[in-house]
């Protein structure tokens, strides 16, 4: 078993920057996938980015492409998401996932564990 704890979440103004901190504990994950996703009042959790373990590539959303940034350290089996140039349609819970096998990942049903989810809330 995976959990998996986000931090970092909170108020910011838009332009502004935040970096979310997904900690894993129970099992490594270096040798998982690590995604983010995130879900709006009303919409749908879509696809934010993701890493893979293996080369540490990676891949983000059109909307997200240019101002966030996934990271990994495995030593500390802790992902990151910088989040730059932040605008109020940003605002969602931001949820970490692990995926066991590296297949469709910006496709949430292919994730194994999720965190609880972290509030980002851009003003404008």
């Known amino acids: 078993q995976v959990q998996l704890v986000e931090s970092g979440g909170g108020l910011v103004q838009a332009g502004g920057s935040m970096r979310l901190s997904c900690a894993a504990s129970g099992r490594t994950v270096s040798r998982y996938a690590m995604g983010w996703f995130r879900q709006a009042p009303g919409k749908e959790r879509e696809f934010v980015a993701r890493?893979?373990?293996?080369?540490?590539?990676?891949a983000y959303a059109d909307s997200v492409k240019g101002r966030f940034t996934i990271s990994r350290d495995n030593a500390k089996n802790t992902v990151y998401l910088q989040m730059s140039s932040l605008k109020p349609e940003d605002t969602a819970v931001y949820y970490c996932?692990?995926?066991?096998?590296?297949?469709?990942?910006?496709?949430?049903?292919?994730?194994?564990?999720w965190g609880q989810g972290t509030q980002v809330t851009v003003s404008s």
């Open positions: 890493i893979r373990w293996s080369g540490g590539t990676t």
């Open positions: 996932a692990a995926a066991q096998r590296s297949i469709r990942l910006s496709e949430w049903s292919q994730y194994d564990y």
